[in-house]
């Protein structure tokens, strides 16, 4: 079975940092596309960031550029996305997710499988 585990999550205050990480669980991440979305509360679904399965042209919302790096670690099977600069309007549950086309678009219809999610809160 393939899974995806987030960890990372919490409360930090405006201006601190958090590092989400993502467990898979019955592949090697290495060969698919790797994104992180999220999801506030009363908001759709959106885009975060996207790491392609070569690990080049890594992807970013315009509202998180600059802020927000993923990267992988293959030997931990394990993918990133370090967040700097939090704003109180980064607060939701942010998801990763794996697509085996190896693409890694912002777009959730892309991606095969998902994670359960965390919730990461941006509050003074």
């Known amino acids: 079975q393939l899974q995806l585990v987030e960890s990372g999550g919490g409360v930090v205050q405006p201006g601190g940092s958090l590092r989400l990480s993502c467990t898979a669980r019955?592949?090697?991440?290495?060969?698919?596309?790797i994104g992180w979305f999220r999801q506030a509360p009363g908001k759709e679904r959106e885009g975060v960031s996207g790491l392609p399965s070569s690990d080049a042209g890594a992807k970013y919302a315009d509202s998180v550029e600059g802020r927000f790096t993923i990267s992988r670690d293959i030997s931990k099977n394990t993918v990133y996305l370090q967040m700097d600069s939090l704003k109180p309007e980064d607060t939701a549950v942010y998801y990763c997710a794996a697509d085996s086309l190896g693409w890694a678009e912002l777009n959730q219809n892309a991606y095969d499988v998902w994670g359960a999610g965390t919730q990461v809160t941006v509050s003074s």
């Open positions: 019955g592949f090697v991440l290495d060969s698919w596309g």
